[in-house]
């Protein structure tokens, strides 16, 4: 049995080995209603025990009405109360629901596009291509959409309606909703849970791409790892050019957690839940409180969905100016669209009885196995496509799900490289103008907001989103389809 003292809250987390990628933090307080399972190699679990990532998972599994054990991803890093790559599942009726296990940026996801274009044929307009997108996809922090006019009624219709709202409109075409997690539109959403605030923040942000971790890249297929399960996601030969859009819900959403973080600390008191962190703030899932919360984060997770469909539409429309012919005719397909913050009612098999219960993934990826009836219709017979970006400049993986995932980890797997290092620890390390240097060396491409956002998102900043992958595949949890390096980055 190993250990780590940790830094923050001076607790000693014991840890058991299962196997080279299977960890367990067994109930070593009383509290905890079940244990910890870590999914990590050494090298990714070294780098857990650096911060309150073990601490935090040893927390939730003292949260109300939690099943089986409280998850860590390969990519777990600490977080805002739940560890980052964390995923809980508690009782529909008889467990909690904590935004602190969606987090601020709800429904931060990841599309991917598929295009008929080869690395080859596009090098000669990769310059040209960038500087559209970056013209026509408004980056950076507060960055407004200035030609998409959203009324306050148009808002509350697409919170509700989800991309299909924008594609009634011209932006999107017909089939896209059906390559989407939850078809585009969570179905509970309910626009008088959100707060004026939140709707404020929102009304001008469609279509952009924001700041931080938040990207777009124009990538080719590096390697394929499954020619059959690829071809069946519109991923048909090395050096294809795809695209891959990664941002979330904006201020709107980031107000909804704010707002009801506050409401869940007043229903700790009123319910009289015990927590050992105040930032577990809950409710009980049948309560008033935590309803609420569910029909505003729906709102905001329609938000983000839409997010990502006006900027793909715009990504199509950068495309059509460059090549002077239809996006259609370039392939520029939707493959998938994930979430990867995210709360929702699923119904899962737990001591060989059908449970429904409370998923919550924070930083974590859906990966339901072939058969399952929430996997589209073209892509059933292979299981849901898992997209997982990289840090920028290094790879993103197109990965499957699997039903070990289902039988592990209430059908997810990671999200991302995860960081190794605080954003202003980064600014301190690197110079933007440097990182962009090193990058347009190798061929990349890269337009950005501010040159300090390329220092905060430097690769060494992250993980290595390849030993991410590849835990994920040796686990089981989701399989390696394909890797994609980037051509160009935009950045918010």
């Known amino acids: 049995m190993g250990g780590n003292e940790n830094r923050a809250s001076n607790e000693k987390v014991p840890i058991q080995k299962i196997n080279d990628y299977m960890w367990q933090i067994p109930k070593y307080k009383p509290e905890m209603l079940v244990p910890g399972m870590i999914f990590a190699s050494q090298k990714l679990l070294e780098k857990m025990k650096t911060d309150r990532t073990l601490w935090q998972c040893s927390n939730v599994a003292q949260l109300p009405g939690i099943y089986k054990h409280a998850v860590i991803l390969p990519d777990g890093h600490e977080g805002y109360g739940f560890p980052i790559g964390g995923v809980a599942a508690t009782d529909y009726e008889k467990g909690v629901i904590s935004p602190g296990g969606v987090g601020y940026d709800i429904n931060c996801g990841v599309r991917l596009l598929s295009t008929t274009i080869t690395e080859k044929e596009i090098r000669p307009k990769l310059s040209l291509l960038a500087e559209s997108i970056f013209r026509n996809v408004p980056s950076g922090l507060g960055s407004r959409r200035k030609d998409l006019t959203i009324s306050n009624r148009n808002l509350e219709d ?96 980031h107000q909804v957690c704010s707002d009801y973080l506050r409401v869940m600390e007043h229903a700790v008191e009123k319910y009289n839940i015990k927590l050992p962190d105040r930032e577990l703030a809950c409710a009980p899932g049948n309560s008033q409180e935590a309803k609420d919360y569910i029909e505003a984060m729906a709102c905001a997770v329609n938000y983000a969905f839409c997010n990502r469909q006006a900027i793909m539409h715009w990504v199509r429309q950068s495309f059509q100016q460059v090549y002077g012919q239809d996006p259609e005719k370039l392939g520029l397909k939707l493959v998938y669209d994930v979430a990867h913050n995210i709360a929702k009612a699923e119904t899962h098999t737990i001591d060989e009885e059908n449970k429904k219960v409370w998923v919550h993934r924070k930083g974590a990826t859906r990966a339901f196995p072939p058969g399952h009836m929430d996997v589209p219709d073209d892509y059933r017979s292979e299981g849901q496509p898992v997209l997982i970006p990289g840090s920028m400049g290094t790879s993103s993986w197109v990965l499957v799900g699997t039903q070990k995932a289902m039988d592990l980890t209430f059908g997810s797997t990671a999200h991302g490289a995860g960081r190794m290092m605080s954003r202003s620890a980064a600014k301190r390390q690197y110079w933007g103008g440097d990182i962009k240097a090193s990058l347009e060396k190798r061929g990349i491409t890269v337009r950005a907001a501010s040159a300090s956002v390329l220092a905060e998102e430097a690769d060494s900043a992250y993980k290595n989103v390849d030993m991410v992958a590849e835990t994920s595949d040796n686990v089981g949890i989701a399989t390696k389809v394909a890797r994609l390096v980037p051509l160009a980055v935009v950045k918010g």
């Open 158 to 253: 697409l919170a509700v309606d989800g991309v299909q709202w924008l594609i009634d409109r011209g932006l999107g075409w017909s089939g896209d909703a059906e390559h989407c997690e939850e078809g585009g539109c969570m179905s509970n959403a309910n626009p008088d849970k959100v707060s004026k605030t939140a709707k404020s923040r929102g009304l001008t942000q469609i279509g952009t791409l924001g700041s931080g971790n938040h990207f777009l890249e124009i990538q080719k297929v590096d390697k394929i790892f499954n020619e059959k399960t690829a071809k069946t996601f519109g991923i048909e030969q090395e050096g294809q050019v795809t695209v891959m859009i990664h941002c979330g819900s904006r201020g709107y959403g």
